[in-house]
Nanobody, 115 residues
Framework: VQLQASGGGLVQAGGSLRLSCAAS????????MGWYRQAPGKQRELVAI???????NYADSVKGRFAISGDNAENTVDLQMNSLKPEDTAVYYC??????????WGQGTLVTVSS
């Protein structure tokens, strides 16, 4: 399984970005897809996930600003990020959990929010 993430970049505080992730390969039974991030010197943390049953979960720090959406048929997951803050600066990673084949991560896309 391969995950291709796109949409990162440089944006001013208060701006918006949309991240997209497309999964391909031997996908069997997706349990969840989601986004995590890792800022310099910090551990990787959950940003938002969406399960196959359309249940979502967000980090408290992004609630009300970020929205995750997924397409089960296309094996894609998007993250709409609004009202971005400098503390949102990080490398964002896409994740896919397949109940039959395993846990997969994308290569990461850099989001930089300038103040």
């Amino acid at each position: 399984v391969q995950l291709q993430a796109s949409g990162g970049g440089l944006v001013q505080a208060g701006g918006s970005l949309r991240l997209s992730c497309a999964a391909s390969g031997s996908i069997s039974s997706i349990t969840l897809m989601g986004w995590y991030r890792q800022a310099p010197g910090k551990q990787r943390e959950l940003v938002a996930i969406i399960t196959r049953w359309r249940i979502t979960n967000y980090a408290d720090s992004v609630k009300g600003r970020f929205a995750i959406s997924g397409d089960n048929a296309e094996n894609t997951v998007d993250l709409q990020m609004n009202s971005l803050k400098p503390e949102d600066t990080a490398v964002y990673y896409c994740r896919l959990v397949d109940s039959r084949t395993g846990d997969y991560w994308g290569q990461g896309t850099l989001v930089t929010v300038s103040s």
